[in-house]
């Protein structure tokens, strides 16, 4: 079982959530070849260890985070929003808390 720390809602059951798949792929530009689409969308490495992923809390607080999560131990390393305005306000705010 995973247990994920959502910033918003506190740590819940991972069966709250929805994988959204790997976050630190980078997308080309819309008018890029359909082969650097076609390796964006299909092509994963298969890591094992650490990997940022995007999950979606379905069952809370609905906000999509960026989570870093070891994929052999499940370990969650770090957990922000999604949205780069959200997460900047988390990081501000956890610097000021230092
Ligand atoms: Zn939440």
């Not at 959530?17 to 980078?26: C, E, H, V």
């Not at 092509?43 to 870093?68: K, Y």
């Amino acid at each position: 079982m995973i247990r994920i720390p959502c910033p918003f809602c506190g740590t819940r059951d991972h069966s709250e959530f929805t994988y959204g798949g790997d976050a630190s792929i980078t997308y080309p530009a819309l008018d890029a070849p359909k082969e650097e689409w076609h390796d964006a969308v299909f092509l994963r490495d298969n890591i094992c260890g650490p990997q940022l992923e995007t999950w979606h809390h379905v069952h809370g607080c609905r906000m999509w985070l960026v989570i870093e999560r070891d994929t052999m131990t499940h370990e969650i390393m770090s957990v922000r929003p999604a949205n780069p305005k959200l997460s900047a306000l988390f990081e501000d705010n956890s610097e000021a808390d230092q």
